[in-house]
């Protein structure tokens, strides 16, 4: 795949944490979930954006877009720092009281994965992203034929559903 065939280090799929500032800056778009709020129709178009607030300690602006079908776009702000190999995600606003952890599973060329744990409002799981803008009509085949390429497990991957749609944002 032309978009996905540079890896960073193909011996460690999961990226080192001072190369996570390269990785993340920018807008993702979900691809693959197993994320409750992604799968039951009235969430849909999940655009993450993340840009740095500070390289060190790694600090990261979280921006995620979605359309909610009753009330129309939506938006979730929030802070990620980073702690050993794992974000810990903040809320600000009304969530500022909220937290939850994640982390970058694999990486490679415009593709990632997350691994966010279960927190007080939501079940553990995995998100597959592809970076806006890039092209991958193939990723789904990409990812089954070695899931370790982005750090999931076989079982991760049977997990997922696919979102094939086209964000509006």
Known sequence: MDSLGASLDPM??????DSLAGILPGRWSVKATNF????????????????????????LADTVHYTDHRRGPRTVVGTDR????????RGR????LVSSRWSVA???GDAIAIRFERSALTPAGVDVLLREGAESPELRTWVAEDPSRLGLEFGEFASLTWLDHTPAH
């Open 106 to 108: 694999g990486s490679e």
């Open 36 to 59: 409750p709020m992604w799968l039951g129709g009235a969430h849909t178009d999940p655009v993450f954006e993340y840009s740095i607030v500070r390289e060190e300690p790694l600090v």
């Open 93 to 96: 606003g009304l969530l500022r």
């Open 12 to 17: 460690a799929p999961e990226p080192a944490s």
């Open 82 to 89: 980073l702690r050993g190999s794992q974000f810990v995600w």
